[in-house]
């Protein structure tokens, strides 16, 4: 893929330069206070790069999904929390159609190493259509245009995808760079072996990736609740465990293809009920009863899939091995999340948003190589989409 081969920041002359980059300051709010400021943090290497190299730094973003102009989706605290770690003004331009006369006053006024932010990207309604008029205003604002926006790029827009056809330089933020370097790699030039671990609810909804990951790795560790449907496809009963009977022939289908590049859990916890406290029990491959649900791997299937990631120089984690927002059910995932952490030698990737929970609820995020920043748009990654954000941007 031309994923991997994308123009960066450094690749461009910014000095002087109105530059515009689409950030993801899509943070959570509360009675319009930031309460997460973990994605403006994110995005300060490029802006604090952009403001040393003498650009013009014009910022735009998303927030949530306003219908219309309406002060709850403001981006004006961005700005304020922006300005406070950066140690210098921000200026926001208050303009409900985003780029009108406020915003273009505000940017004419600029001098080399200044910032504006430009008001929500969602406040006009043909963003998320990536209509043409909207785009082109984007454009009039840019000599240079750079996305660090991974959580987007998996969905064409005005502010990643439509202003690009306008200006002439388009190309990496660090963030995305960071993203395409780790999940590219990983996925695509893997240091071998490669395991990927497989969890989270559905079957359904990571068909695409285990699909794209069955050819590329040499492990397939699958846990979570998909995983019963392929012990299901193995012809053992599962009780009132998570089950998608639409895609046991997939699973079937799957495993044979895989021979034994694919492992499934060899032991289950159970539950009565699907609830934290519930009474439980650990079964072996098979064991699972009627009337009983699976809701984590058991300490067999831990000790497997510990010995297997132990030899790995490249994992790729997507989907949590049970239901980890119940402390009792947490231990499996917590335990893959250890075993990755105390890998010395491997690149560790996690996608996906509740692995990512996951991950950081066990407090190991800082032990991963790469933690990507977007859930849907990860996953897409590694279901080998080309994500438009990024091919968008021009090729070195
Ligand atoms: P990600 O966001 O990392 O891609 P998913 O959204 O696919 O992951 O799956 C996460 C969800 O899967 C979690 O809410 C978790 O509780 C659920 N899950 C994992 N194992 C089980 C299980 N055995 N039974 C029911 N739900 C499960
Ligand atoms: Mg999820």
Same mark, same amino acid.
């Given at each position: 893929?031309?994923?991997?081969?994308?123009?960066?920041?450094?690749?461009?002359?910014?000095? *002087?330069?109105? #530059?515009?980059?689409?950030?993801?300051?899509?943070?959570?709010?509360?009675?319009?206070?930031?309460?997460?400021?973990?994605?403006?943090?994110?995005?300060?290497?490029?802006?604090? $790069?952009?403001?040393?190299?003498?650009?013009?730094?014009?910022?735009?973003?998303?927030?949530?999904?306003?219908?219309?102009?309406?002060?709850? %989706?403001?981006?004006?605290?961005?700005?304020? =929390?922006?300005?406070?770690?950066?140690?210098?003004?921000?200026? %926001?331009?208050?303009?409900?159609?985003?780029?009108?006369?406020?915003?273009?006053?505000?940017?004419?006024?600029?001098?080399?190493?200044?910032? #504006?932010?430009?008001?929500?990207? =969602? $406040? =006009?309604?043909?963003?998320?259509?990536?209509?043409?008029?909207?785009?082109?205003?984007?454009?009039?604002?840019?000599?240079?245009?750079?996305?660090?926006?991974?959580?987007?790029?998996?969905?064409?827009?005005?502010?990643?995808?439509?202003?690009?056809?306008?200006?002439?330089?388009? +190309?990496?933020? $660090?963030?995305?760079?960071?993203?395409?370097?780790?999940?590219?790699?990983?996925?695509?030039?893997? +240091? =071998?072996?490669? !395991?990927?671990?497989?969890?989270?609810?559905?079957?359904?909804? &990571?068909?695409?990736?285990?699909?794209?990951?069955?050819?590329?790795?040499?492990?397939?560790?699958?846990? *979570?609740?998909?995983?019963?449907? %392929?012990?299901?496809?193995?012809?053992?009963? !599962? *009780?009132?465990?998570?089950?998608?009977?639409? %895609?046991?022939? $997939?699973?079937?289908?799957?495993?044979?293809?895989?021979?034994?590049?694919?492992?499934?859990?060899?032991?289950?916890?159970?539950? &009565?009920?699907?609830?934290?406290?519930?009474?439980?029990?650990?079964?072996?491959?098979?064991?699972?009863?009627?009337?009983?649900?699976?809701?984590?791997?058991?300490?067999?299937?831990?000790?497997?899939? @510990?010995?297997?990631?132990?030899?790995?120089?490249? #994992?790729?984690?997507?989907?949590?091995?049970?239901?980890?927002?119940?402390?009792?059910?947490?231990?499996?995932?917590?335990?893959?999340?250890?075993?990755?952490?105390?890998?010395?030698?491997?690149?560790?990737?996690?996608?996906?948003?509740?692995?990512?929970?996951?991950?950081?609820?066990?407090?190991?995020?800082?032990?991963?190589?790469?933690? @990507?920043?977007?859930?849907?748009? @990860?996953?897409?990654?590694?279901?080998?989409?080309?994500?438009?954000?990024?091919?968008?941007?021009?090729?070195?």
């Amino acid at each position: 893929m031309s994923m991997t081969n994308k123009k960066t920041i450094e690749d461009v002359a910014v000095q *002087g330069k109105r #530059v515009l980059v689409r950030c993801d300051f899509n943070v959570p709010l509360k009675e319009g206070a930031i309460t997460d400021d973990t994605r403006i943090v994110a995005a300060l290497p490029t802006i604090q $790069y952009l403001i040393n190299n003498g650009a013009k730094v014009i910022l735009c973003s998303h927030l949530g999904k306003p219908k219309g102009p309406s002060p709850e %989706f403001s981006l004006a605290p961005v700005a304020a =929390r922006l300005s406070e770690l950066l140690g210098k003004d921000v200026v %926001f331009a208050a303009d409900d159609n985003i780029v009108g006369e406020n915003a273009q006053k505000a940017v004419a006024e600029m001098k080399d190493g200044d910032v #504006v932010l430009l008001e929500n990207t =969602r $406040y =006009r309604a043909e963003e998320t259509k990536n209509g043409e008029a909207l785009s082109k205003e984007f454009a009039s604002l840019a000599d240079v245009f750079v996305d660090d926006a991974f959580g987007t790029a998996h969905r064409a827009h005005c502010s990643n995808v439509g202003v690009t056809q306008y200006v002439k330089d388009c +190309v990496a933020g $660090y963030l995305i760079q960071k993203e395409i370097q780790y999940l590219g790699n990983a996925v695509n030039a893997p +240091v =071998r072996p490669l !395991v990927a671990v497989l969890g989270g609810s559905k079957v359904s909804s &990571k068909i695409s990736v285990i699909e794209n990951l069955l050819d590329k790795v040499d492990k397939l560790l699958i846990g *979570g609740g998909m995983a019963y449907t %392929f012990m299901k496809a193995k012809g053992y009963e !599962v *009780g009132d465990s998570l089950l998608e009977p639409d %895609f046991i022939d $997939y699973a079937k289908e799957m495993m044979a293809k895989a021979g034994d590049k694919l492992v499934l859990p060899v032991d289950t916890v159970i539950g &009565k009920e699907f609830d934290n406290d519930t009474e439980t029990k650990i079964v072996p491959e098979g064991g699972i009863e009627a009337g009983w649900q699976g809701l984590d791997i058991g300490p067999k299937t831990v000790e497997l899939f @510990s010995d297997i990631l132990k030899t790995a120089k490249t #994992v790729v984690w997507n989907g949590p091995m049970g239901v980890f927002e119940m402390p009792n059910f947490a231990k499996g995932t917590n335990a893959i999340a250890q075993v990755l952490a105390t890998l010395e030698d491997a690149t560790t990737v996690i996608g996906g948003g509740d692995s990512v929970a996951a991950v950081n609820q066990a407090g190991l995020g800082d032990k991963m190589t790469h933690i @990507s920043t977007g859930g849907g748009a @990860s996953l897409e990654y590694l279901e080998g989409k080309d994500l438009p954000g990024i091919a968008a941007l021009n090729d070195k």
